[in-house]
């Protein structure tokens, strides 16, 4: 999806920099050209919102409920572990967010190349408080986990847990940089446009 943005970008700033042709045989040529850019990026942020809102109401996805009973609220983290040749990636990672003491958060995972996942909390940014592993033999059966203590049931699973949240991380700001700049390229390019029609 990253590409995707970063290519709305250079079609964005094209369609500013072609909108200085404001006479001359190229006037409709250009504006059919900076209509389809705008309709593009629209298209694009659309798609990208409704998908990113809907893909967890999945029919056969397990839900998962993560409690958080500590004193602290923590940040926490799914990765869930694909063991199927058919799966695209290894690991899948997703944040559920920062639980309060005594509050829950609910995440629906697609279970359909995997049988196991984990849960990571986080104390700061970097700073792993929590880890616990959690096999699913009955993939019906949705799953609460509470969370009493600091544990990590594995330093080694955790590192590369630790690894994939940093990955996840760095990804989401990358695209979070470029959505923003499309979006003020595309307004900018939306505001031409209209004042040109008027």
Request: proline share 2%; hydrophobic share 50%.
């Amino acid at each position: 999806m990253f590409y995707l943005f970063f290519l709305l970008f250079l079609f964005l700033c094209f369609g500013l920099f072609i909108s200085i042709f404001k006479n001359g045989k190229l006037k409709i040529w250009v504006k059919m050209i900076r209509i389809a850019i705008v309709t593009f990026g629209v298209a694009l942020f659309t798609y990208y919102f409704v998908t990113k809102s809907l893909t967890q109401f999945r029919a056969d996805s397990l839900t998962v409920q993560v409690i958080n009973n500590l004193p602290l609220p923590l940040d926490f983290y799914l990765v869930k572990v694909n063991t199927d040749k058919q799966a695209d990636v290894k690991y899948e990672t997703r944040h559920v967010g920062t639980i309060r003491t005594n509050f829950f958060r609910i995440d629906h995972l697609d279970m359909k190349f995997s049988d196991e996942f984990w849960i990571a909390g986080f104390m700061g940014k970097k700073n792993m408080v929590y880890f616990s592993q959690h096999s699913v033999p009955n993939k019906n059966e949705d799953q609460i986990i509470e969370i009493h203590n600091y544990i990590n049931q594995s330093v080694k699973l955790s590192e590369i847990s630790k690894t994939l949240v940093a990955d996840l991380k760095f990804e989401n700001m990358k695209t979070a940089i470029w959505i923003t700049l499309d979006l003020l390229l595309l307004f900018l390019n939306v505001t031409l446009l209209f004042k040109k029609f008027k």
